[in-house]
């Protein structure tokens, strides 16, 4: 349960204090990716709260969300049509549907 906060935490500092910058042309890709990652994050605490966790579902749902987003917003940009935000709203909605059960478990305590 604590191990994809504690990945998060480790994940942002190191983020945070390397100075590695990333070309303007793929910040779609990263942008999409953290988000698709994120939500593998959440959904992992959702299941370590729910007593569900595998570590298995969690490593290949981390990278098939990530791949999955990077791959949407290949194919948008080369047939010309934003999937970009589609893969932004499909992904956000889960962050925060996965942020709310978080919450709700944390206030039947």
Not at 14 to 20: K, S
Not at 67 to 96: K, N, P, S
């Amino acid at each position: 349960m604590i191990l994809p906060v504690v990945g998060l935490i480790i994940g942002l500092l190191i983020g945070t204090f390397l100075p590695v910058s990333m070309p303007m042309e793929y910040a779609k890709y990263l942008s999409v990716a953290l988000l698709a990652s994120l939500d593998t994050v959440f959904g992992g605490l959702r299941a370590g709260l729910e007593g569900k966790f595998d570590n298995l579902v969690f490593m290949t749902g981390f990278f098939t969300n990530a791949l999955l987003a990077a791959g949407l917003v290949y194919i948008g940009e080369r047939i010309g049509i934003d999937l970009y935000y589609v893969a932004l709203l499909a992904f956000g909605i889960r962050v925060f549907q996965n942020l709310a059960v978080i919450r709700h478990h944390f206030l039947r305590r």
